[in-house]
């Protein structure tokens, strides 16, 4: 009995199996720490990539401090992190022998590394829920980027195809060529992409650059109808200059017309109506030559101002001459026959009365000032027509009557406008 109590084997056996215990609990603790790390470890992963996702989609208060917010939950990781690393430190579990002590110790730290990778897991787990709503909005917005960056790589390929057809043409679209050109590097920066540029920027620059390609496309494939459609106004401005220049001899013919019949007043406005003739007849040719050369040069908004000169002149030029002839024709009118124009200035107020009558038992000062001021001025100028004597100012006398015709014309828009 004594040999057996003082042979040490039986006390020896209980103490490795009570090391073994403890060694076999810090392994356990340290392997519920390596899987806890790798957990967090993966979460981490997906949490970068959520965050990457919201910093390129906006720059807003909210993501900011969303992104604030990762800083510091990563800090605290790293720090649990470290912490696991220092635990595992401790002591070599798998080592032959250990003592007592370090396997103890290596146990409590690894269990406490255990229990606090568990809360940052928990804390990210939080995170990435309270997150969401801001990555479903990137994750949206990314969903956008792909077609609108194709949109506009499609746009760019069309102009370049319209300018290569232009250019077949014979036509060089320098202009066109040039914007189409300053969009490289736009193009360079959509090929980037959003992990460098953001999802907002990048949807913003694909939008720009199909709009403006978009724009340099239409513009080439109307080049050919533009360039075409200048020569056809080159031709016919052309042609309105000389039937300008031969109505213009006979504008002195009918001034000397106008002379012999009638009082200076009825028409010494027009006396500068030949030389004016003449002036916008040269200067008409001037430009349209501006025209030319500016359509041999392709510079089409050049081209098109000068025309859009010539048309003006020409236009102003018309008007002076057909003055002239309406002058002379509506003098001759009034001196065979001045009733006439009196019964419509007289006809046109009446009608006007009545209209300012209807359903009114007294008119409306609005309407009664102006009409019979006209009424008076027709009065006026049939009795200045009477007193004149042999030569009659008749243009003064007509410009008379279309006052009053038209002081008529308004006061009947006036009434209504009031009745609508």
Known sequence: MSGSFGSGGGRGSWWRRGNDAQRDEAVAARDAAQLAFYDLE?????????????????????????LADYRGLTERINQVTLGYFA?????????????????????????HAHQQLNARQAELSAYLARLQPLVQHAEDQLARVAPAVEQAKRELLGATTALDAVRAAGLTATESAARLAALAPELTKLNEGVTRHGIKDTLRRAAEVRRQ???IRAEAEQLPEQAAGIDRRLASLRTRIDALRTRS??????????????????WQDLQRVPLQLDEAVRSAEARL???????????????????????ALLDTADGSAQAVADRLRRLTAVASEPTAEVERARFALRDAQRLAMAGRSTPDPRHAGPLDAAVLRVDRA???????????????????????????????????????
């Open 249 to 266: 001899a006979v504008v002195e013919p009918t001034l000397s017309e106008l002379r012999r019949g009638f009082a200076s007043a009825c």
């Open 42 to 66: 993966a979460a981490q992963r997906e949490a970068e990539l959520a965050v990457e996702t919201v910093r390129a989609a906006e720059d807003s208060a909210m993501v900011r401090q969303a």
């Open 382 to 420: 049939v009795a200045a027509l009477s007193a004149a004597g042999r030569h009659p100012d008749y243009w003064l006398f007509l410009t008379e009557l279309d006052g009053a015709r038209q002081a008529a014309a308004e006061v009947v828009a006036l009434i209504r406008a009031d009745a609508r």
């Open 289 to 311: 030559a501006e025209a030319a050369r500016a359509r041999d040069e392709q510079r089409w908004a050049d081209a098109t101002a000068a025309l859009g000169t010539v048309r």
């Open 87 to 111: 635990a595992l430190d401790v002591a070599d579990l798998e080592a032959a022998e250990l003592a007592p002590g370090a396997v103890a110790e290596a146990r409590q730290r690894l269990a």
């Open 213 to 215: 390609a978009a724009q």
